[in-house]
């Protein structure tokens, strides 16, 4: 077992044994995620389901596992200690209980759910299996993310202000309209859900609970019957923000913040996204503070921007890895039931913003899924 | 004359005479106009006009210009044309209607007011005397916006999916409780009418009328009383938006726009903002476009950002030299009464959100004011 090859350091101690793993759900994700865990040493990829067959064969053969027919099999199987899902959205409340009612460990893809309902009856299995749940919220793992909690933390700008944090793609350039991500249902708010979030978990990372969000959004492919493009004003305690998702442009992927002090922005060459051994190397990070005396006039601030030096990470290969760990006895996920359902919960107020063009409090749907939980 | 130092081509030989225009409003902002304009070919600086005695003479003797000691004596004298207004936002109306009443054509600061009730008095005395009536948005006119406009219009980033407007300086940290910018019923939503609406200015230039807004604000200094963050979504028939502005952070001014084939990021070291000779040297405008190939698999696109070459102008001296052109006879001015109008009503779109907490559509604010105006 080569430990180096652990992203994060942990205490290799409390290993009973690599945990057994099984992936459901073999799309584009379910093999970059692969792809960048398969040869973890703090687990063993020990099967995969996916209901279209050969996906399922060529993912066995390639990353040399076994292939179950069904999900039932694979959740039966007594090896298999926990499972990596990424299937659409809409399903994966379906797998995670089915799973914790089978005693198997979860890694769930964001978003945790689109609906109240799922989000209901995935805090129900959780707490009643007592399984480990973790969420892919990867993005706060990237090495940009992580140094701008540190900076925010130790206030090299001041204190936080505001903030904007930007994710575009080209997908509802391409999608067909049959395709999932072009069902509100499926995938409300269109990239609000499935990039957006990625930025929700960010913010909340950084800046704490989001208290009350405000969107608006387009729709301009009427095919395709979804938005996709969505702009959100978000509000905290202590700042104020902005959520911009776009899937009609580029790849782009960017956060900055402005504080008393201060401004820092982050920026991602999104073509690296998916391959997270070198997305930390095609990312920058600028701090951008007030000197004075550089100014037109005596006594006038100009401002000077300095490259803060980043840190080379996998976010993928971490996530999978912590996972791993606290299935064998490790610390516990980073990013499990509450944090993920506080995501899904700034998500689903935005989502009830663009219906009603009201601000809504996002306290108002965690209410909602809690007591419906606890009854 | 040095027909050199006309900040834009017009034709001469329309001018009658250099334009003799009377300053009404001498504080910072119209110290900083008047350093751009006062020795332009095109119009003579005749007088000045403070309640201020001492800033009255102070004025005049800088600038070599008469010192009246009441605005009717200067709205008064027949040798005066127009009025450059620099009053504080809620005498707006009061100055351009008495300046109308007087036959004198009139620039007036941005916002062009802060209540429908004042922009109906300005429209109804601009329509029943016929005076020029231009409006201190001088942010378009900076050369990164204008070259915007030209990517923008030549969809050198495809067709226009969103965009991004952040403007912050420093005043709600320093402005004590008694200024008139600390007042709600004077600078509703305090930072979002005083420099905000330079930016709706900017993207109603680049994208046309916005249609709804919807805004939330914090106001974390209570002794202060009005809001020092305000975020606003905002909606076109073609695009989606942001308009920040944070008055507890050092300067900064930027645009980002996203497009179907790239984006365009425009930069100012905000320093050098009144300092309108030089402004245009300390921006920068960038356009970010994907090339094929650059990613980390066959087929796949990264990008690749250029410097966009930016011409260098004045867009204090090129706004007044245009009135004064426009009083002379020359073309009308860019920003009249509709564009300021325009943008004043989405400001006020944005503070009843900020109240009501809902969306609101611009066009219900405009047509308050124009039925008023009419009846």
Redesign the interface.
Known sequence: MTTARLAATGDLATFRRPARLGAIGLGGWGQALATAYASSPALVLHGCHSRDEGRRAAFAERFSCRSYPSQQELLADPEVDGVIVAVPNDRHADVVVAAAAAGKHVFVEKPLAVTVADLVRIRRAVEATGVVLACGHTARRLAGIRQLKREVDGQSIGTV??V?A?Y?N?RG?IIEPDDWRADPAQCPGGPLTQIGIHHIDNLQYLLGPVR?V?????S?RPEVGNQ????????WD?????L?V?W?????FRI?V??????LRYEL????W??SA?TDD?AILTR???VSG????AG????VTEVVPLAVGNHLLEEIEEFARAIAGGPPVEVGLDAAEAAAAVLLAAVRSLSD???VDVASVTATIRAAASS
Chains 1, 2 share one sequence.
Not at 214 to 218: E, F, H, N, T, V
Not at 238 to 242: C, F, H, L, M, R
Not at 269 to 272: H, I, S, T
């Open positions: 202000t505001s904007e930007v575009g080209d350039l009350r405000c969107a608006l959004g387009r301009p996709l493009q969505v702009a959100t004003v978000l509000e202590s700042a104020v923000g902005y911009g776009d009609c442009t580029p790849g782009t900055e402005h504080g008393t002090g201060g401004r060459d999104y073509a690296w998916g391959d070198h095609h951008t503070v007030p550089g100014g037109p006039t006038t601030a100009s401002s063009g009201r601000a």
